[in-house]
């Protein structure tokens, strides 16, 4: 692998806090519906077949990945976090499913070989990346997908304009509750826009278009800023 030049970044210094955390890893199923049914039945319609291969970045414990792994021929699951990977590598070997390979990277690190794949799924991984390694990110990503590929990418999108910023801010924060063992934080998601990355939707989709993605479809659900975007490669 050539070695990365000085100016790069630390991805597992991007991770964010929780995602190192093994306590936070350990509850993270029981806090985070990841909707994997419904997220591969889109896909499917998409384009997804029993003979493609997906890549996967930021998996975590693997919600989306296992029920991927049994609907396609092949699975590789790109993650920086250690800890997520164990959980991962763990659920994999209980549930006898071996057609999908882990490997500790990044969107940044991670050297793909072979054919370009047919379908990236990233969700709630993007935003660990400040907006210059965003594009670096989806550009990289193009390259690893066959043209016509899909890319589906979920994450924590901020689609006001900047002088609504802090009543919205404060709005989404107020979702939050007191523990997070079963819920997520109001201190969880204040640390989310304090020391993590997400952007605006007009910033995403220029990057989207310029790194060659055009957009089939987005859904948005703005009390919460989540956007689920279904890009193809151009």
């Known amino acids: 692998m050539t070695p990365s030049p000085p100016w790069f970044p630390d991805e597992v210094g991007l991770a964010g806090r929780e995602n190192l955390d093994s306590a936070h890893v350990e509850r993270y ?8 049914a419904a997220e ?20 975590g414990t693997g919600q989306f990945t296992v029920a991927a ?13 250690p800890p997520m990977l164990r959980k991962l590598s763990s659920k994999l070997s209980d549930r006898r499913i071996d057609n999908v390979t ?6 940044l690190s991670y050297q793909h070989t ?14 660990h990346l400040p907006d210059f390694w965003k594009v670096m990110a989806l550009h990289r990503l193009r390259r690893m997908l066959r043209p016509g590929g899909l890319l589906r990418l979920w994450d ?20 939050g509750g007191a523990s997070v063992e079963a ?7 204040e640390e989310h826009v304090r020391d993590e990355h997400s952007t605006f939707s007009w910033l995403l989709e220029a990057m989207i278009d310029r790194c060659g993605f055009g957009i089939d ?18």
């Open 217 to 234: 479809d987005v859904q948005r659900i703005p009390e919460t800023f989540d956007s689920k975007y279904l890009l193809r490669a151009r």
């Open 29 to 36: 199923d029981g806090k985070m519906d990841a909707d994997p």
């Open 69 to 81: 792994a049994r609907v396609t021929s092949r699975v590789i699951a790109v993650d920086v976090s």
């Open 114 to 127: 072979g054919e370009p794949v047919d379908v990236v799924y990233s969700r709630y991984a993007l935003h």
């Open 156 to 175: 924590v999108v901020y689609d006001f304009l900047p002088s609504e910023a802090e009543a919205s801010i404060d709005a989404w924060c107020d979702l």
């Open 183 to 189: 819920e997520w934080s109001r201190a969880e998601l």
């Open 40 to 59: 591969v039945a889109l896909l499917q319609r998409s384009g997804l077949t029993a003979d493609s291969v997906l890549l996967e970045f930021g998996p």
């Open 102 to 107: 882990l490997v500790q990277a990044g969107f």
